[in-house]
Each structure stands twice: as C-alpha cells, then as structure tokens.
C-alpha cells in the first residue's frame, strides 16, 4: 500500500469493465502459489543435490568396503572409484577453461610416483601377489585424489557440498554404529565386544570417523552464513558423533579428536560460537556415556543377548532424548545470536571465561595425578614407559582402556623396524610387512599392518618410498598452504610477510577440510586406518580439494549459473583426445584391479568341481593361475586338483614353482613340505625347516616339522633294514657262491691229478 501511495492519482489506470457484485479481491491465483513452492522446494532440492550425492558416495564406500580386508568388496569399490574418478577427471578436461593454470598437479604426480613404486616392488617382494594388490588400491586412492582436484576446476563454488558430505556421511556411519549396539537382536546378534566397531569391523575406524565428523561439524554450527536450521541441527549430529567417539573405546580416535578440534579453534576465528557447541554437545554427550560406562550389559564383553537388548533399549531413548534436547538448544543458540550478535566487551568477557576453565581443567588434570600413588612425575614416566615397552600387557575392550597407557603398538613398530633393518633400501616390498615380520614375531600373536603409516613404509618401501612420501606431503602442503593461509603468513619476495586475507565463507570452508586431513593424518601416523577406503577417501576428497583450490588470492569466477566460468566454445580435439586416454587408463587400471579378484574366485570354482569333475577343476585352477601369476594361492589350488587327479609329478612342480615365485613367504615352504613328507621325508625335513626360519613361531610349521623328522627317521629305519635284509642275502649268496666253489675245486683237482 506504500507502494501505491507514492503514484498520482492520475496516473492510475481506471478500469472501464463491469465488476461483479462478489468479485475476489485481486492477488496471485492459488496455481501461481502452487507453482512457486514447487519451484522453491525444486530450488533447495538442487542446491541440497552436491551434497546428499557426496554423502551418498562416502557412505557407500564405508558400507561397501567395511574394514578393506575382504577381498571380493574391496575389489569392487576399488573397480568403481576408478571409473567414476576416471569419469570426472574426462570431464573437467573437456570443460576446463582454456589457458588456465592447473593447480595441484605436483601432488597428484607425487602421489602416482607412489603408486609406480608400489608397483614396481613386485619385483623384489616377499609377497609379489600383496604387493599388486596393494597397487590396486593405491591406483584407486590415487584416482580420487586426481578427480578430487579435477572437481575444484569443474565446480569451484561446491565447497560447502564437500563439508556437508562428510558431515551427514559421518553421522550416518555413526548412527549405524550406535544402532547396532541400541538394536542388537536386529542388526548384530553374534556381537560379544562392548566396543564400537561397525559397519568398518574396526573399532579405531569408528572413532577417528565420528572425529573426523566432529570437526565438520564445527563448521557447520559455527559458520555466519548458510541455513540457521542446518546450522542448529549440528548439535545433535555432534553430540552423537562424541557418543560413538566414546563407545569405541578408541583412546587414538580420542586424541585425534582433540587435536582436530584444537586445530580448528586455533586457525578458524570462530572460537566462540565452535567452543558453545562442543561444550552444550559435551555436556549432553557426557550423560549418555556415562549411562553406557555404569551398565554391565552394555560395556561388559560376552553378555548375553537378552541382557544387551534391554540395556540396548534404554540406551536407544536415552540417546533420542539427547537428539531432541540439543535439536532444541541448537535452534534457541542460533535464534538469540542470531537477532543479535554478542558486543565486543562480551566475547572478550567470554572467552577469558573459556580459557579459564581449560586452565581449571588442565590444572585438575595435574592435581589428580599429584595425589596418585606413583605422583606427577612417576606417573608420568610409567605410562611413557607402558606406552612404548613391546612387551607390556594389553588392556581389555572395556572402558577401563581409555585410562590406560598400555598398547601393543610399540611390538607391531619393533618388528617393522627390524624389516626396514633388513631391507633399508627399497624395503620388503608393498604390503610386505604381512608375511616379512613372521621371522621377528611373538607366539600367539596375529598381525598384518604395523599400525602407522610411517613405520608400514618403512617396513614395504624403505627409504625409497619414505623420500616419496615427504616429497608429496611437502607439495601437498605448499598447494594447501596457499589455498588456506592457517598461519595468515606467506611468501612474497622471498620474505615470511603478514597476508591480509578476509575470513570469508570459502576460506573458514578450506581451513576445516584442513583440519580433517590432519585429524586423519595424525591418526594414520599410529594405526592402520590408510588401508580402510572409508576413512581414507573422506581425507582423500578434503586434500584433494585443497590442492587443486589453487591461491586463496585468485577469485572464484563470478555468476550464479554453474557452468558460466567453464571453457566456452567448441571443445578442442586435443582435450577430446587427452579425456579418452584419461577413460581409456581408468578402464585398464579397473581390469588390472579385478584380476586378483577373478584368480581367487577361480581357485574357489576349481576346489568345488574337483570332486565331480575334476577335469572342469583343472582348467578353472590353470586360469585362476593365468590370471593373476604372482598368486601363490592359486598355485597351491592347481596343485591340490593335480595331486587329486593323479599327477603327483606335476602337483609336486607346480609347489616348487610356488616356492620360486615367492622364496620368502613361509607359507610356499610349508604347502611343499607338508606335500612331500609322506612321499619324500628327507627333501621335507630340508623344505620345513626353511619354513620354520622363516617363520619360528607357527604352530602348524612346528608340527609339520616334527612329523616329517619322525616320517624321515621312520624312513631310514626302514631303509637300514632293508639294506641289512640285502646285506644278508647277499652273504648267504656269496657264502653259497664260496662253498660251491670250494666243492668244485677238489674235484677239478682230482681231475687235474687224474689227467
């Protein structure tokens, strides 16, 4: 009516038409109002799309692929995050725009140097078939950092999707997780751990993704712009993603945690808003934890089920209620901060508050363990102590371990430094640790990785692969550097200066994925969470974000449509020659990914026919062998069909081949020693004990040993009769032999005498 109120009266059209004595007021026509919350609802979806596909995809890698110690599931998530990568770097080659730098290629060929090494070790591994393997994974891993830099130049303005997406993806994994220990009857009946561990089937998995959720979560409830719904639901996300932290009993995921989120209050200038929220969520988090601590039933192992679904009941509204109380105290946060931000004086007056109770902590902390009974200090040096002695005593999967300093890390370390000790150079070869640290292991002790990417290299690559791995940490981080500024310092004209850089959307944006790539960083520097795709691609996607974001200086192109600063114009026939060979690559390292798989299945099909056709068994064990050559699994399949067939020949030279493809791999010795020693115990005893220096304390290798010792002193007992059966009859002939000579020659004599 304003509006109307300024235009002259005589400006304003009359109208001449009849008007009904009932007419409607005029105003927009319910199929207009219609049509215009569609196109809202049209509007949030599309914006919403990045993220919930991202989401999508991380969580589908983490379900996929679990732990990565399947074979047949990692394989194929590793299959489709190369052809998807493959598809998305095609793409922003023929989009990209023309002349522009590309940003984060150093690290990207880094990154495949590492893959090429990898690769190359198969030629000096003790275990070849690991090694390629191994590669396989590295080429997947390294494919979605390649895209990942490739989706920055394809859709720079998606930063806050990429956020999100790990975000909602960490709070769907660990709500999985809480669920099955809420659910037990429904979703894990056969569960005897009190500790988080699904869906990786690895408890410090859970915990270092619910920390890597936390932090994102900061952005999330701390960011000025965005939705104020959104930004309020991060308290309950948060809160849930500290429950599982907790619930995994992962004293590694902890610290994490916490240098995570101290990282983030450091370089992001959202210190207040991101304190509130880790301390309302903390709080609220802190009651359902310990709730879950006070009940046997719920951090007690071998419970009975009965037992676990009740307690699991309670839990479940426990945590509901929690949901509920932080949804609530979210959208009240950001209602009164949001109609008015807090003064100066306040915040200042605030955050004294804030670094007064860490000081009160910190000091709390300090008193607590002055009045022990070892003291400050003697406390101090016995969990140093516990810490790093290899042989201190493993805590129980019980809550109990999170006070405790006690771990078998220090022995896993030991034993790969004592492998790099042997193979300093170029090291056991990739994923060589698994079968190289036989010789220096404990009894009753099971390992695969050494628990820490720096000591894993070590042991498989030496100090090749340790040169490699700086180098790319070093490029990674001048690319992260200048896309983030966390010190707001850089280089101009050779000198250390001040860069006076806003605070903008974008850059509190890169700054958080800064501080996930470092949570996970940290913790793969003290366990094995590198081969666990779900993990690492999260930390993956950030870094490669990061490394092709390009100078935080340089805009992004302007314009709301979102194709508007690509390449313009006809697509170029190199850029549509250099994407085929990009398709063409990703097709070829997906084949070379799933031979592997398609020898292991083969092995599997040639066991199950050889006892009704074992012709059919023999040609699907020779193609399980054509298919991947450096499996000694499939060797061992043929052989077991030949031995099965008849020919014991071939079996026994198809286990030597085995045993000369992988001379190092205590397990090639074992087959063939347990092979011959009913048939040849002597050439056993020689094949078994190779196995045993190999690997001393197998039990199995020991009993194999001390069967063909007795099979071989039972074969020269035999053997010694027999030969004392010869040597009789032998004597006995030569004696029959002498006498009818004696006979004889009286009478040759006589003869002689006569004539």
């Known amino acids: 009516m304003a509006a109307y109120a300024q235009i002259p009266a005589a400006s304003v059209p009359v109208s001449t038409e009849p008007t009904p004595a009932q007419a409607p007021p005029s105003g927009p026509s319910a199929s207009s109002q219609e ?73 990207v060929i880094l990154l495949f140097a590492c893959v090429a090494l990898s690769a190359v070790s198969v030629a000096w591994s003790v275990s070849p078939d690991a090694s390629w393997q191994y590669t396989g994974r590295m080429l997947a891993y390294g494919a979605l950092f390649g895209a990942s830099v490739a989706l920055v130049r394809a859709a720079p303005r998606q930063w806050n999707a990429v956020l999100g997406g790990v975000a909602l993806s960490a709070v769907i994994v660990c709500g999985y997780a809480l669920a099955n220990k809420v659910l037990p009857a429904q979703l894990d009946p056969q569960e005897t751990y009190a500790r988080l561990q699904a869906p990786y089937e690895y408890w410090n998995a859970t915990g270092l993704a619910a920390a890597m959720g936390i932090v994102a979560c900061l952005w999330l409830g701390a960011r000025r712009a965005g939705n104020a719904v959104l930004s309020a639901l991060a308290y309950p996300a948060t809160g849930l993603l500290m429950v599982t932290l907790m619930l ?52 007690s192992e071998e419970v009975p089920l009965a037992e676990r ?34 003064a100066p004086v306040t915040r200042r007056r605030l955050g004294g508050l804030l670094i007064a109770m860490l000081l009160a902590g910190l000091l709390a902390g300090v008193g607590a363990l002055s009045l022990t009974h070892r003291g400050l200090t003697g406390t101090i040096s016995h969990d140093v102590s516990a810490l790093t002695n290899p042989n201190a005593p493993v805590p129980a999967n019980t809550p109990g371990r999170l006070t405790s300093a006690g771990s078998v890390r220090a022995r896993y370390w030991k034993w790969a430094i004592e492998v790099f000790e042997e193979h300093p150079a170029l090291g056991a070869g990739a994923d060589g640790f698994a079968t190289a640290h036989l010789r220096f292991q404990s009894p009753n002790v099971i390992v695969t990785h050494a628990h820490g990417y720096l000591v894993q290299t070590l042991a498989d690559l030496g100090l090749a692969g340790i040169a490699i791995t700086l180098a790319l940490l070093i490029a990674w981080m001048i690319a992260a550097g200048a896309a983030t500024h966390p010190l707001n310092r850089r280089w101009s004209k050779w ?37 666990v795709p779900g993990t690492a691609c999260v930390a993956l996607l950030c870094a490669g974000w990061l490394a092709g974001r390009g100078p935080l200086e340089r805009p992004l192109a302007a314009g709301a449509p979102r194709w508007r600063h ?34 292991a299945s083969s092995s599997q099909e040639a066991l199950a026919l050889l006892p009704g056709e074992p012709q059919a068994a023999l040609a699907a064990a020779r193609t399980a062998v054509s298919r991947d050559p450096l499996s000694a699994d499939a060797r061992f399949a043929l052989a077991t069909v030949q031995s099965a067939m008849g020919r014991r020949l071939a079996a026994r030279s198809t286990l030597q081949r085995a045993v000369k493809l992988q ?46 010792l007795r099979a071989e002193k039972a074969a020269a007992s035999v053997q010694g009769s027999r030969r004392g059966v010869a040597a009789r009859t032998r004597l006995r002939s030569g004696g029959a032999s002498r006498s009818q000579a004696g006979n004889g020659a009286p009478r040759g004599g006589r003869q002689r005498r006569r004539s």
């Open 566 to 599: 690509l390449r313009s114009g006809p697509v170029t026939r190199p850029r549509v020659a250099a994407a085929a060979v990009v398709v063409l690559a990703a097709l070829l390292i997906a084949w070379v990914q799933w031979q592997p798989q398609r020898s």
């Open 663 to 708: 001379p190092s791999n205590p397990q090639t010795w074992l087959t063939l020693g347990r092979y011959d020693r009913s048939r040849n115990p002597k050439a056993a005893v020689r094949e078994l004990r190779a196995a045993l220096y190999l690997n001393p304390q197998s039990i199995p290798t020991q009993n194999e040993y001390v069967l063909a």
């Open 309 to 342: 679904v009740a307690a699991g009941h309670k839990l479940g509204v426990l945590l509901l209620a929690m949901l509920i109380v932080l949804a609530a105290i979210g959208i009240a946060i950001g209602f009164f901060t949001g109609r008015r931000a807090p």
């Open 248 to 299: 995994a009993y992962s004293r590694g995921s902890l610290a994490v945690a916490l240098v995570g989120a101290a990282l983030w209050l450091i370089i992001v200038p959202l210190r207040l808003r991101g304190a509130v929220l880790l301390i309302v969520s903390g709080v609220c988090a802190g009651i359902v934890v310990a709730f879950d601590f006070s009940e046997s039933a719920l951090s």
């Open 35 to 107: 049509r215009g919350s569609v196109a809202r609802l049209l509007s949030i979806a599309s914006r919403a799309m990045p993220t919930l596909l991202l989401a999508a995809v991380l969580c589908a890698i983490t379900f996929g692929a679990a732990g990565g110690l399947q074979q047949e599931a990692t394989t194929t998530v590793e299959i489709l995050l190369t052809l998807g990568a493959g598809l998305v770097a095609a793409v922003a080659i023929l989009l990209a725009p023309a002349g522009k730098r590309v940003d984060g290629s150093w690290p």
């Open 495 to 531: 000198r250390w200066t001040k860069a006076k850089l806003p605070y903008s959307p974008e850059r509190i944006a890169l700054l958080t994925m800064l501080c996930v790539v470092a949570t996970f960083g940290v913790h793969s520097l003290e366990d094995w969470t590198w081969y």
